[in-house]
């Protein structure tokens, strides 16, 4: 069964930087994108960055010069390097996988808490 496990999130002052992990077990078929997502409290999730099986990034607007996806495939892990964290970056950060065999709603980890303090 595919996993898919976060790490590295936790409490930062606002300038700071965490650099979170997601590392996943053997998926099915093969990787369409790789995404971060994130859910604020009383809010909808949303896609932070996603990255396309060719190396193509994306970011929302809101991260854009701070955040940074990357992946390392030898590895099996994503990343995710925050850096410049605002308050209003405080979420729940979820990684997601998208494949061939499991194309529309992909796989999920089950997230990890970023808190920015002012």
């Known amino acids: 069964q ?4 976060e790490s590295g999130g936790g409490l930062v002052q606002a ?7 997601c590392a ?3 998926i099915p078929g093969s990787i ?10 009383g809010k909808q999730r949303e896609l932070v960055a996603d990255i396309s099986s060719g190396g193509s990034t994306n970011y ?6 701070r955040f ?3 992946r390392d495939n030898a590895k ?3 990343y995710l390097q925050m850096n410049n964290l605002k308050p209003e970056d ?3 950060y979820y990684c997601n996988v998208r494949t061939n065999l499991n194309p529309r709603t992909g796989y999920w980890g089950q997230g990890t808490q970023v808190t920015v303090s002012s």
């Open 24 to 26: 996943r077990s053997v």
């Open 76 to 78: 099996n892990i994503m």
């Open 60 to 65: 929302v607007d809101s991260v854009k010069g």
């Open 32 to 41: 369409n994108a790789m995404a971060w997502y994130r859910q604020a409290p």
């Open 2 to 5: 595919a996993q898919l496990r």
């Open 15 to 21: 300038g700071g930087s965490l650099r979170l992990s």
């Open 90 to 92: 405080t979420a729940v």
């Open 68 to 70: 940074t996806i990357s």
